[in-house]
């Protein structure tokens, strides 16, 4: 559902002839990350330590 929900923003890059998609990649990227951190919560910070190595 929430990709359906950037199909506008799609239709808007493809009439700009790709340019839009210089903003919109990044902004759809960035929702997709705050979505999967509002899900996994807390335990997102619990799994990755400062070194880049994730605990289980």
Known sequence: MLRLSFLGWDILGVLTAGIGFIWI??????????YYVSLVGDRYHEWCQPSG????
């Not at 990649?25 to 705050?34: A, D, L, S």
């Not at 190595?53 to 289980?56: C, P, S």
């Open 25 to 34: 990649t990044p902004y759809k990227q960035m929702t997709y990350m705050n």
């Open 53 to 56: 190595v994730v605990k289980k």
